[in-house]
């Protein structure tokens, strides 16, 4: 299974980002191989508005079924789910140390944004 992970930086020694659709960049991790692609997400960075429905439909493209990040938006949450992707808020340290808290079961799985818009 494919996960996204909001990050600060390219690998997964980086940061997490606290925000997901103004996220520096996505770590795609394999759950099954370890394997991890960076995504920047420079685009949706300075956007006015729209940055987490675009970023959401990037993950959608990456074929991720999980997004994990510190916080995810109303926009954002509605696209993420309507795409069938599942949404786990909390992640904080490394994306190392938020993929094994995803896989520990300790980040809160969302039923709905744990932030207004444009926070």
């Known amino acids: 299974m494919k996960i996204a ?3 600060q930086g390219k690998d997964t020694s980086s940061q997490t980002d606290p925000r997901f659709g103004r996220a520096k960049y996505f770590i795609v991790v394999d759950s099954e191989t370890g394997a991890f692609v960076a995504h920047d997400n420079a685009q949706n960075l ?6 987490g429905i675009q970023a959401a439909k990037n993950i959608s493209d990456f074929g991720a079924k999980v997004v994990v990040s510190g916080n995810v938006g109303p926009k954002a949450f509605a696209a ?3 795409a069938g992707i599942e949404v786990y808020t909390g992640a904080m340290g490394s994306v190392l140390e938020a993929l094994n ?6 980040l809160n799985k969302n039923e709905k944004a744990n932030v207004e ?3």
């Open 5 to 7: 992970i909001s990050a």
């Open 46 to 51: 300075n956007a006015p508005q729209g940055a």
């Open 80 to 82: 993420l789910s309507s």
């Open 117 to 119: 818009g444009h926070w």
């Open 101 to 106: 808290a995803f896989k520990a079961g300790t």
